[in-house]
């Protein structure tokens, strides 16, 4: 599933923009086999 995040300036702290990325990023190598995650 995925989400759309609209930036206007100043609305969202670029710490929270961050998190959302990782989370992401977490969310991405959860899926894949232990093998292919082990190797990032």
Do not use: C
């Not at 992401?24 to 086999?33: D, R």
């Amino acid at each position: 599933h995925w989400n759309t995040v609209y930036i206007h300036e100043g609305e969202l702290s670029i710490q929270f923009i961050k998190e959302l990325i990782d989370h992401s990023y977490e969310m991405v190598i959860k899926g894949l086999p232990k093998k292919l995650r082990e190797s990032l």
